[in-house]
């Protein structure tokens, strides 16, 4: 008989291979168990019966496994495999050291961890996985912008890139200023890196103020100008009559600086007069990648006690994500005083997202409901060319790839300190956002797969592939915040300041049972229960209202 | 308007812009001139006053400031603003600046000094600080006033506020001759006064100990309450020995039958025994409480002393008394490394872990416990109210705490009036801030367990404020010998007429009911909900207290088993070391471990036990203390405040429709009717949103500036080489 033959697999799901091993639980100590591999997961439930512990990791979550001590080597369970995963935590296995045993254990998780390394597809690609709503449907462009209010008298929906032809990594809709022409877009875009020329994100709905993100002007050593580039921004600037328009580069100076060398650059003064320039000293992808590895090492294993704070602190992660919110609060308080804004990095694709898509949930509640929530994902990170496959490195065995950097995550992490700081604005609770960042890494749907909308076009991801959204949005209620206030008219300024700012505890040490985890798993279902039965309440007196209102009508015809 | 310098003719630098130039103000002040006063409370008397002063409005981002009078009284320092005051709204809790100052600076030619008491400069300030006990700061400009009138109110209000009193002058006194009788409180906390009480206590308890009445007339000691409990063992003869030192005082009884008590310490054992072997009686009569079995913890030796607690809270404190937005976002930087250096949060993550071992003792291995220290009054004080919050779901009422704050800290002669410096000594070994780290522990399990608690953090926060509040009588002194020979001193001096004197507790005194409602915690999961839960779901009762192995004790009591257990205590007072039961003291958590996963194994059932998490991240700071005055951390339309407002919105909902049923008539079903708690909090129905500082700091207008961090870059000034690195480091951007 198959070893835990009990354990339900999701449609197109195939077992590979089953095997008994000891899992060495950091928490628990070494536990005997059975494992088995599928094309999708990797599952392990201990033999002991007092306690059972089970794992259930997606094979996606694997950034690297190695094989751990020889077949000489000495000491008790030091022959196994070692599993680093993508979502903070390391599991251990060790195995009997006679005959090999772990060889084609190991060989099977490699082959199916990195499907794209050994030229097989993601698992997305075979899911069969049926859900009631088609997530592919929560985002509509032209829905979106209708909603914003676009197009209007100055701002027009431009058709230009619909075969990805002025800029590869970018949508096919793109909003642009109504006086600039198609011809003057391509001459932007050669002044651009990547062709990623400024184009609309947001629109005050009041004040006709904007949010344009892009790419650095390619100034160069030589400090080149571009008239065109000059031009378009001013227009952008007249359109709602702002005085002079804001450009917030949201590298360090010297970053900035530094870029000319490599033909990039920043917006200089002389050449855009009626432009101020601000840099928001939010540091590149490789500083946000070593900070979080130095968060894994002081949450796990073990958490640092008597020096928590301090260690913390050395990680400088809450302070790169002080820096991220700062630098939408800036944005977002400029837009709401009728200045027209200009936001970009180096490329336009990682803190430029994180900044537009921050500010515009400040801005704008719609962004905050379950839905709206989804479409800014799909509008400014997956529509926009966030690079997820270069950044989380679906299916790829490279763990040391440069390129990797945890950006989407700490975007999230800047939403997640909102939603502490504002627990009645944001209609979706932490659980989602959690599920967010699980399937982010698990191959399971095709949300966040590949770098950009022309590839995905390519590889036919809509049609060959689930949405997240379909899982999501057929549950809905596990995902919802019971303390949900719909306001639309504030935005909403977080404080960016470390007295605020906290550990995402349920999410970064979450593996650990001996961590206290914050409200979700102990009060919150009380508070949801409590919510529940006042909501239920009301419902029961209503109805009870109702019909009694309606007896009394009935009497009185009598 | 006018660029103001801080010290006339001399400053270049405007520190503030007000209004209106000081002509203006002199023209418009003159011909009415009318005395402004805020509302005096009875007894209350105005010692000097000036005006105009200018108060610099610390949550104005413009810098600007409001001119006013200040007065000082003998309660308090109180600024009145000229300018007709801006509608309330909501229920702000604080508004008047306590005579309880923690220390006064005053600027000299933009230099800072500071003032405490007794060396003061015979120059003119021009600017004066003011930092509160409880963390705000004022800041007044004296540039404005008459020379004469400045000076004045300056020495008035250090003198007042930070030279060294009698306590005849503390103003609960004189407040509590001209208080009016009706005001008279409703009691339903039980104060521990009367032997009723105590008796009440121990049968609620089920404990078998025996009630003291000998120290009624406190002749047996003045350090001990009226009333208390002892072993029943105890001899009389012993009772007397030594003046009641070294006696195991019962704090509370186990459901098991086992007990918690505490104890002084008696001074160095003489030669001749005579001690060491009143001691083993006094160990052996607690022993046979239950089970002959007893371990003994000496605080003094694993808990940080008095004057370190003195230390850590002093560093502590100074990072939240922060009068401008440059210091504070210099501080944001290293924030969480200098909160941490002071050493406050380990302080009550070792007071936590101390009660969490106690109550292991206590509820795993059924054994009585017997805490000492050296008087036996502050740290014995935090320790046994936290192990009796843990075990015993009453503590976690409202009533119930304020009963145990009683019991333990006020009956308990815990030396308020030291430990707090009401009369401004200028000793250095006694103030020390033992009962807020009680309530700072306390706030840390509210936060970590907010259902089971009836109380909100909000009335925690209040209550560390009440402290400070010269008007109750709970607070002001050292023992219960001390404030009954005070009160009856002070009842029969000739000129005044009974003492009134008000418990802190109650609250009306300070708020309306409206205000009160804050102190309720909407969540509170209550006995009768969980009932219900419970009657869904079948369990087996009493599992989370029984079902514990009981390791320790399964011995039967022999006889001589005990004998051997004296001996070796015996031989442990000799060598002065009575604590060793912890194992190895290196790793007590290690040792709490197990009792610890047992615990969170089970169910969790907010009646039953309670232990706080002890990691680093679940030992948070206090924001609603430390941080309510602080206009750069306030979130508007944010904050814990929000989600109350939130159960208080569907709170009202449910009784309006329950209300319109009524009118129809139709609405009987009592049972469903008590399932809720008829309490739609006030703040329901205000529709402007509020800061998270509600309900202490005023919200600010809605139509705001962001705040800004300044000083961002300056830790994260990265000398790697990955800082300078470029995002894409595989492709090279293609000139054009």
């Keep these: 008989m198959e070893l835990l033959a009990d354990v339900a697999l999701l449609p197109g799901e195939e077992r590979i291979i089953d095997k008994d091993l000891i899992y060495m639980c950091p928490f628990n100590g070494a536990l005997k168990g059975k494992v088995f591999i599928t094309n999708y997961r990797l599952y392990f439930r201990s033999t002991d019966t007092e306690s059972t512990v089970t794992l259930d990791v997606p094979l996606g979550n694997i950034s690297r496994i190695e094989k751990m001590g020889g077949a000489s080597s000495r000491g008790e369970n030091s022959y196994g495999l070692d599993i680093t995963c993508k979502d903070m935590r390391n599991l251990r296995f060790a195995l009997k050291q006679e005959g090999h045993s772990r060889r084609d254990l190991f060989g099977e998780i490699f082959k199916y961890a990195f499907p794209l390394s050994h030229g097989q597809p993601l698992f997305a690609f075979l899911s069969q996985e049926k859900f009631e709503e088609n997530g592919w449907n929560v985002y509509k462009p032209m829905d979106e912008y209708?909603?914003?209010?676009?197009?209007?008298?100055?701002?027009?929906?431009?058709?230009?890139?619909?075969?990805?032809?002025?800029?590869?990594?970018?949508?096919?809709?793109?909003?642009?200023?109504?006086?600039?022409?198609e011809e003057d877009l391509r001459r932007v875009a050669t002044f651009?890196?990547?062709?990623?020329?400024?184009?609309?994100?947001?629109?005050?709905?009041?004040?006709?103020?904007?949010?344009?993100?892009?790419?650095?002007?390619?100034?160069g050593m030589s400090g080149k100008r571009n008239k065109d580039d000059e031009r378009y921004l001013d227009i952008i600037r007249e359109a709602n009559g702002t005085t002079k328009l804001t450009i917030y580069d949201a590298r360090p100076n010297v970053n900035a600086v530094a870029n000319k060398a490599t033909g990039g650059g920043y917006e200089g003064d002389d050449a855009y007069q009626n432009a101020e320039l601000v840099f928001l000293d939010i540091h590149n992808i490789h500083v946000m990648r070593e900070s979080l590895k130095k968060l894994k090492d002081i949450v796990y294993p073990n958490v640092e006690e008597s020096h928590w704070l301090s260690s913390l602190e050395s990680t400088h992660w809450l302070e790169h994500i002080k820096l991220v919110l700062s630098g939408a609060i800036q944005v977002a308080d400029k837009v709401s005083s009728g200045n027209s804004v200009v936001v970009h990095c180096s490329d336009g694709w990682d803190r430029t997202a994180q900044?537009?898509?921050?500010?515009?949930?400040?801005?704008?509640?719609?962004?905050?409901?379950?839905?709206?929530?989804?479409?800014?994902?799909?509008?400014?990170?997956?529509?926009?060319?966030?690079?997820?496959?270069?950044?989380?490195?679906?299916?790829?065995?490279?763990?040391?790839?440069?390129?990797?950097?945890?950006?989407?995550?700490?975007?999230?992490?800047?939403?997640?300190?909102?939603?502490?700081?504002?627990?009645?604005?944001?209609?979706?609770?932490?659980?989602?956002?959690?599920?967010?960042?699980?399937?982010?890494?698990?191959?399971?749907?095709?949300?966040?797969?590949?770098?950009?909308?022309?590839?995905?076009?390519?590889?036919?991801?809509?049609?060959?592939?689930?949405?997240?959204?379909?899982?999501?949005?057929?549950?809905?209620?596990?995902?919802?915040?019971?303390?949900?206030?719909?306001?639309?008219?504030?935005?909403?300024?977080?404080?960016?300041?470390?007295?605020?700012?906290?550990?995402?505890?349920?999410?970064?040490?979450?593996?650990?049972?001996?961590?206290?985890?914050?409200?979700?798993?102990?009060?919150?279902?009380?508070?949801?229960?409590?919510c529940e039965i006042l909501s239920h309440n009301c419902e029961k007196l209503s109805h009870n209202y109702e019909t009694l209102g309606h007896n009394c009508g009935i009497l009185s015809c009598i | 308007m006018l660029s103001l310098g801080g010290g006339g003719a001399k400053s270049s630098k405007p520190s503030f812009v007000s209004y209106i130039t000081p002509e203006e103000i002199k023209s418009e002040k003159e011909p009415p001139k009318k005395e402004r006063?805020?509302?005096?409370?009875?007894?209350?008397?105005?010692?000097?006053?000036?005006?105009?002063?200018?108060?610099?409005?610390?949550d104005d981002v413009s810098q600007r400031g409001i001119?006013?009078?200040?007065?000082?009284?003998?309660?308090?320092?109180?600024?009145?603003?000229?300018?007709?005051?801006?509608?309330?709204?909501?229920?702000?809790?604080?508004?008047?600046?306590?005579?309880?100052?923690?220390?006064?600076?005053?600027?000299?030619?933009?230099?800072?000094?500071?003032?405490?008491?007794?060396?003061?400069?015979?120059?003119?300030?021009?600017?004066?600080?003011?930092?509160?006990?409880?963390?705000?700061?004022?800041?007044?400009?004296l540039t404005f006033t008459k020379e004469e009138d400045a000076r004045k109110i300056f020495h008035g209000i250090a003198h007042h506020c930070l030279e060294p009193k009698s306590l005849k002058c503390v103003f609960a006194f004189s407040y509590a001759v001209s208080r009016s009788p009706e005001m008279q409180r409703s009691q339903r906390t039980v104060m521990f006064d009367s032997k009723e009480d105590w008796a009440q206590e121990m049968k609620r308890t089920k404990g078998n100990c025996r009630i003291v009445t000998e120290n009624e007339g406190f002749k047996l000691s003045t350090r001990l309450p009226k009333y208390f409990i002892i072993p029943s063992s105890v001899t009389d003869e012993d009772l007397f020995k030594f003046q009641g030192k070294g006696l195991p005082i019962w704090c509370w009884s186990h459901h098991s039958g086992c007990a918690l008590f505490k104890a002084s310490t008696l001074p160095v054992p003489q030669e001749d025994g005579v001690?060491?072997?009143?001691?083993?009686?006094?160990?052996?009569?607690?022993?046979?409480?239950?089970?002959?079995?007893?371990?003994?913890?000496?605080?003094?030796?694993?808990?940080?002393?008095?004057?370190?607690?003195?230390?850590?809270?002093?560093?502590?404190?100074?990072?939240?008394?922060?009068?401008?937005?440059?210091?504070?976002?210099?501080?944001?930087?290293?924030?969480?490394?200098?909160?941490?250096?002071?050493?406050?949060?380990?302080?009550?993550?070792?007071?936590?872990?101390?009660?969490?071992?106690?109550?292991?003792?206590?509820?795993?291995?059924?054994?009585?416990?017997?805490?000492?220290?050296?008087?036996?009054?502050?740290?014995?004080?935090?320790?046994?109210?936290?192990?009796?919050?843990?075990?015993?779901?009453?503590?976690?009422?409202?009533?119930?705490?304020?009963?145990?704050?009683?019991?333990?800290?006020?009956?308990?002669?815990?030396?308020?009036?030291?430990?707090?410096?009401?009369?401004?000594?200028?000793?250095?070994?006694?103030?020390?801030?033992?009962?807020?780290?009680?309530?700072?522990?306390?706030?840390?399990?509210?936060?970590?367990?907010?259902?089971?608690?009836?109380?909100?953090?909000t009335y925690l926060t209040v209550l560390s404020d009440s402290v400070h509040v010269p008007v109750f009588s709970t607070f002001l002194f050292n023992s219960a010998y001390q404030r009954e020979s005070t009160l009856k001193a002070e009842s029969q001096h000739?000129?005044?007429?009974?003492?009134?004197?008000?418990?802190?507790?109650?609250?009306?005194?300070?708020?309306?009911?409206?205000?009160?409602?804050?102190?309720?915690?909407?969540?509170?999961?209550?006995?009768?909900?969980?009932?219900?839960?419970?009657?869904?779901?079948?369990?087996?009762?009493?599992?989370?207290?029984?079902?514990?192995?009981?390791?320790?004790?399964?011995?039967?009591?022999?006889?001589?088993?005990?004998?051997?257990?004296?001996?070796?205590?015996?031989?442990?007072?000799?060598?002065?070391?009575?604590?060793?039961?912890?194992?190895?003291?290196?790793s007590p958590a290690a040792n709490t471990r197990e009792f610890y996963e047992a615990w969170q194994r089970r169910p969790l059932d907010h009646h039953g036990l309670l232990l706080p998490w002890l990691d680093g991240p679940a030992v948070r700071l206090w924001m609603q203390r430390y941080l309510r005055w602080i206009p750069e951390v306030q979130i508007l339309g944010g904050g814990p405040v929000a989600v109350t407002n939130k159960m208080a919105e569907l709170l009202v909902q449910v009784q309006e429709l329950r209300k319109k049923l009524d009118l129809k008539g139709c609405?009987?079903?009592?049972?469903?009717?008590?399932?809720?708690?008829?309490?739609?909090?006030?703040?329901?129905?205000?529709?402007?949103?509020?800061?998270?500082?509600?309900?202490?700091?005023?919200?600010?207008?809605?139509?705001?500036?962001?705040?800004?961090?300044?000083?961002?870059?300056?830790?994260?000034m990265l000398t790697d080489k990955l800082a300078s690195q470029e995002d894409e480091t595989t492709e090279v951007i293609s000139l054009v």
């Design chain 1, 146 to 181: 209708r909603r914003q209010g676009l197009p209007n008298e100055r701002w027009r929906i431009s058709f230009i890139n619909s075969n990805y032809e002025l800029c590869d990594t970018y949508p096919t809709i793109l909003v642009v200023p109504f006086k600039a022409t």
């Design chain 1, 192 to 219: 651009r890196s990547r062709c990623r020329i400024p184009v609309l994100s947001w629109i005050h709905r009041d004040n006709q103020a904007v949010i344009m993100r892009c790419s650095q002007p390619l100034v």
């Design chain 1, 355 to 530: 900044l537009t898509s921050l500010s515009m949930l400040m801005l704008d509640s719609y962004f905050r409901t379950f839905r709206g929530f989804q479409v800014l994902l799909e509008k400014e990170w997956i529509g926009f060319g966030h690079k997820f496959a270069s950044r989380i490195g679906h299916g790829d065995k490279n763990h040391a790839d440069q390129d990797r950097s945890p950006i989407f995550l700490q975007f999230i992490d800047c939403v997640w300190q909102m939603t502490k700081q504002f627990p009645t604005a944001f209609e979706f609770n932490e659980h989602f956002l959690i599920t967010v960042l699980d399937h982010l890494y698990s191959c399971r749907f095709g949300t966040f797969l590949y770098n950009c909308e022309s590839v995905r076009e390519n590889y036919n991801v809509r049609a060959k592939t689930v949405s997240l959204w379909s899982l999501i949005n057929s549950s809905t209620s596990i995902y919802m915040n019971p303390f949900y206030t719909a306001e639309s008219s504030h935005v909403l300024y977080p404080v960016a300041s470390m007295r605020h700012l906290e550990l995402w505890v349920n999410y970064y040490i979450r593996w650990n049972p001996r961590i206290r985890h914050q409200i979700l798993s102990q009060n919150c279902e009380i508070l949801s229960q409590n």
């Design chain 2, 37 to 58: 006063h805020p509302n005096l409370l009875p007894g209350e008397v105005v010692f000097c006053s000036a005006d105009p002063i200018l108060k610099h409005t610390q």
């Design chain 2, 67 to 141: 001119f006013g009078t200040l007065l000082c009284t003998n309660f308090r320092v109180s600024f009145v603003s000229d300018e007709t005051p801006l509608e309330e709204t909501g229920s702000n809790l604080g508004d008047l600046i306590s005579l309880q100052m923690l220390f006064c600076f005053v600027v000299y030619d933009e230099k800072r000094k500071m003032i405490t008491g007794g060396m003061l400069k015979n120059k003119y300030p021009s600017k004066m600080i003011i930092h509160c006990k409880d963390l705000r700061v004022f800041q007044f400009c």
């Design chain 2, 275 to 457: 001690i060491q072997r009143y001691m083993e009686r006094m160990l052996d009569a607690a022993a046979q409480t239950h089970l002959y079995s007893l371990k003994i913890e000496d605080l003094s030796e694993t808990l940080p002393t008095v004057q370190d607690i003195q230390q850590s809270y002093a560093k502590f404190k100074q990072f939240f008394l922060i009068d401008n937005s440059t210091d504070f976002w210099v501080s944001d930087v290293k924030w969480f490394s200098s909160v941490e250096n002071t050493g406050w949060m380990d302080i009550i993550r070792k007071c936590l872990q101390k009660a969490v071992e106690v109550v292991e003792c206590l509820e795993k291995e059924n054994t009585n416990i017997l805490i000492m220290e050296e008087e036996g009054t502050d740290l014995c004080c935090v320790i046994s109210s936290l192990v009796q919050i843990m075990l015993d779901p009453h503590y976690r009422t409202l009533t119930g705490f304020q009963g145990l704050v009683q019991k333990e800290w006020v009956a308990g002669c815990h030396a308020f009036l030291d430990r707090c410096n009401h009369l401004c000594q200028k000793d250095k070994e006694s103030p020390s801030p033992i009962f807020l780290l009680f309530l700072e522990c306390v706030w840390q399990l509210v936060q970590q367990h907010s259902p089971a608690f009836q109380f909100s953090e």
């Design chain 2, 494 to 586: 000739p000129q005044r007429g009974p003492l009134n004197c008000p418990a802190v507790w109650d609250w009306s005194v300070q708020f309306d009911c409206k205000a009160q409602e804050l102190f309720l915690n909407p969540l509170y999961a209550d006995k009768l909900k969980q009932d219900k839960v419970l009657r869904k779901v079948p369990r087996p009762k009493h599992q989370r207290q029984l079902s514990l192995p009981s390791s320790a004790f399964k011995t039967p009591p022999k006889k001589g088993f005990f004998k051997d257990e004296t001996e070796s205590l015996k031989k442990m007072l000799r060598v002065k070391r009575i604590s060793r039961w912890m194992a190895s003291p290196d």
């Design chain 2, 667 to 716: 609405w009987q079903p009592e049972a469903e009717r008590v399932q809720l708690q008829p309490r739609p909090l006030a703040l329901a129905r205000n529709s402007l949103r509020l800061s998270s500082a509600f309900p202490f700091a005023s919200s600010r207008n809605w139509t705001f500036k962001p705040v800004i961090p300044t000083s961002l870059l300056q830790s994260l």
